[in-house]
């Protein structure tokens, strides 16, 4: 079992960034699937980004390609979110999930979650 704990979130101005991190407990991160998801207020939570363990493969959500970049550090037992360019449909409470098994978006087959970040994006 992991136990996953997010941070970085908070208030900023469109165009900004901001880094977010999860904090994974156990000795076992690195055999982890890892995956971003977010959740704004009326709406269903959706895939952000993943990335896989092992070669650490990663994978985006079309509304972010280009703007996010999804890392693991697994000395470290921490995922992190590099969130550029934010916009204010950024807005959201940002979720990291954990899976054993084959890299996915599909939310349904995650196991493992962290309790959210809030970032806000004001226009």
């Known amino acids: 079992q992991v136990q996953l704990v997010e941070s970085g979130g908070g208030l900023v101005q469109a165009g900004g960034s901001l880094r977010l991190s999860c904090a994974a407990s156990g000795r076992t991160f690195s055999r982890y699937v890892m995956g971003w998801f977010r959740q704004a207020p009326g709406k269903e939570r959706e895939f952000v980004a993943g990335?896989?363990?092992?070669?650490?493969?990663?994978y985006y959500a079309d509304s972010v390609k280009g703007r996010f970049t999804i890392s693991r550090d697994n000395a470290k037992n921490t995922m992190y979110l590099q969130m550029n360019s934010l916009k204010p449909e950024d807005t959201a409470v940002y979720y990291c999930?954990?899976?054993?098994?084959?890299?996915?978006?599909?939310?349904?087959?995650?196991?493992?979650w962290g309790q959210g970040t809030q970032v806000t994006v004001s226009s």
């Open positions: 999930a954990a899976r054993y098994g084959r890299a996915t978006a599909k939310i349904t087959e995650y196991d493992y």
């Open positions: 990335i896989s363990d092992g070669a650490g493969l990663t």
